[in-house]
């Protein structure tokens, strides 16, 4: 970037950027820079300015050797990933049961998964006892928790945000489930950005392990033909909770 | 035994990944792995985490590697930001906190005097490792230093900084605005 463009950025700007480099961001404020960087060159340019500026403080952290079986880890998760982007054709859902978008999320997913066990026990604590099944529904491209299905018996199941999203004004987040053997999802209604949405599953079987749950991308007013036909905004699998 | 980080072609490494060739991810892993799980550790100060997310950004610098762009940044610089990134996120999600506004936090304040932490010692012995930030950093009371590195290096907010120092929040938040915008004026 060039300097001039350098002194185009604003103070406020410089300020945030350098508050998320250094790391004193909320969660939630660190989570809005991030949603910003993809679009928001200015930003990205004063993050990336930041990080050139303090990376040598870096070195102030001792080197740690890392246990011989962490490259292991790290070679078979890069085995395990699909060659092949994300599906985003019209049928994606067909894709559901291939394993490939499953391995990818957990190639990647492993400090994920071991930070949302954190979050879940938090959660468990509050909820009641009854809780049986949980899933934390993640971003796809990034992994980045984004809601969490809780049921606290099987016949029904609360949505619960954990982070802001947009959807663009035309469009609507639709909720569907789908267990191993059914053939297609079932929507479980439309859902509001930042809301918590309770959804009875008197008309389903009980849930099932390992039952898939996504939030996609549709029309507003739902998908006109009463599958998904959108990108998938955050996808999970039920886990049972002991 | 890893290369000076002066002698190794970061940039090559990661244009190698980008091109699918496994063995580029293992020369960086085996130079940078180490220093990687040090930077994490600090600031997730627990070793099974640490690796778990040294290994998710191994896996997200070769996935994500071809959206590496020489133009904006090092290659070094981008490969601390995806491990710290993760490591920050980690610990700001678990660690939730009530936070306080601004303006809360600068009335709770108003009666503290800053005068007390000026002669704080350095926590750090940040001299040697600074490099080119060093001489900015030594422009800062080491007590805005201080709060600069414990941020940085361990991965603290303004709230555990502030309990870490035993100074007011609202004094610890704007000591770190300043001090950011000393350093970006020292630096550019």
Known sequence: MSPAAHRAIPPETHELAGEYVLGTLSAAARREVEARLDNDAVLRAAVLAWEERLLPLAGLADPLSPSPRLWQRIERSLNARPQATTPRATNWWRGWDTLALWRSLAAGGLATAALLAVVLAGRLAEAPPATRFMVVLVAPDDRAPGWVVQASSPQRVELIPLATIEVPADKTLQFWTKADDWKAPVSLGLVTPGRSLSVPLDALPALQPNQLFELTLEPRGGSPIGKPTGPVRFIGRAVKVM | ?188
Request: charged share 25%.
């Open chain 2, 1 to 188: 035994m890893p290369a000076s980080t002066a002698d190794f072609d970061y940039q090559a490494a990661l244009l190698a990944c980008a091109a699918g060739e496994r063995a580029a991810l293992q020369q960086l892993y085996e130079q940078e792995g180490a220093r990687l799980l040090g930077v994490v550790m600090r600031i997730v100060r627990d070793q099974a985490l640490a690796e778990d997310i040294v290994h998710d950004a191994c896996v997200n610098i070769w996935t994500r590697a071809a959206s590496f762009n020489p133009a904006l940044g090092s290659a070094r610089g981008w490969i601390y930001s995806v491990a710290r990134n993760l490591a920050l996120n980690a610990v700001r999600d678990a660690r939730r906190e009530i936070t306080v506004d601004d303006d809360t936090a600068t009335a709770l304040d108003a009666q503290a005097s800053l005068e007390a932490w000026q002669d704080m010692a350095d926590a750090f012995a940040w001299q040697a490792s600074a490099g080119r930030i060093g001489p900015c950093l030594e422009r800062l009371e080491p007590v805005r230093r201080n709060c600069i590195l414990h941020a940085y290096v361990d991965g603290l907010s303004h709230s555990e900084i502030a309990r870490r120092l035993e100074a007011p929040l609202g004094t610890v938040k704007a000591w770190i605005k300043r001090s950011l915008a000393a350093l970006r004026e020292c630096l550019s």
